[in-house]
C-alpha cells in the first residue's frame, strides 16, 4: 500500500502495475474486461493492496465470514466521508478480484468459458427477452388452506367472501 506520504514506493508500484496487467489479461481472457480500475472516496483503488490484504487473511470468504471488511478499510486511509467504503471493496473484490483469487491463489478450476467463446453477458438493467408466466401459477385452491387456519369467530362474515372473490380476481 502507500507510505505516510501517501505514496508507493517504486517497488511497491511495479508489482502493482505488474499484477494489473496480470489481471486484467485474466478478466480479458474470461470475457469480462475492465479500463477503469474503481474509485472509492474519490481514490483511485489499490487492486493489488486490496488483493494482498485480503488473501492474507485467508481469502474473501474468510473476511466476509468474519466482516474484517472494515478493518481493511482502515488500511487504505480512505476519507471519513466516505461512510460506505467497506460495502464498496467488498463489492469491488466480488467484481474484480474474487475469481483471479480462487484461480491464482487457491488452485482451482476456472469454471468459465474458455477464451474465443466469451459468455454472453446481458448490460445491467437489460430486459430478459421472455417471462415465465408459470411462477405465478399455483396448483389446486390455496385459499382453501389458508382459510382452514383461522379462527373464523374473529372476522366479519363477509371477510371471507372478499378474501375469496380477491383470490379469484388475482388468479
Not at 483503488?45 to 488483493?51: M, S
Not at 476519507?79 to 484461480?103: G, I
Not at 468459458?113 to 454472453?120: A, Q, Y
Request: aromatic fraction near 16%.
Amino acid at each position: 500500500m502507500a507510505n505516510s506520504t501517501g505514496k508507493a514506493p517504486p517497488d511497491e508500484r511495479r508489482k502493482g502495475l505488474a499484477f494489473l496487467d496480470e489481471l486484467r489479461q485474466f478478466h480479458h481472457s474470461r470475457g469480462s474486461p475492465f479500463k477503469k480500475i474503481p474509485a472509492v472516496g474519490g481514490k483511485e483503488l489499490d487492486l493489488h493492496g486490496l488483493y494482498t490484504r485480503v488473501t492474507t487473511l485467508g481469502g474473501f470468504a474468510k473476511v466476509s465470514e468474519k466482516n474484517q471488511w472494515g478493518e481493511i478499510v482502515e488500511e487504505f486511509n480512505f476519507p471519513r466521508s466516505c461512510s460506505n467504503a467497506a460495502f464498496a471493496l467488498k463489492q469491488y473484490y466480488l467484481r474484480y478480484l474474487e475469481k483471479y483469487e480462487k484461480v491464482h491463489h487457491f488452485g482451482e478450476d476456472d469454471d468459465e468459458v474458455p477464451p474465443g467463446n466469451p459468455k454472453p453477458q446481458l448490460p445491467i438493467g437489460a430486459i430478459p427477452s421472455s417471462y415465465n408466466y408459470q411462477q405465478h401459477s399455483v396448483s389446486g385452491c390455496p385459499w382453501i388452506y389458508a382459510v382452514s387456519f383461522v379462527d373464523y369467530h374473529q372476522y366479519h362474515p363477509l371477510f371471507f367472501f372478499f378474501f375469496a372473490l380477491s383470490i379469484f380476481i388475482v388468479s
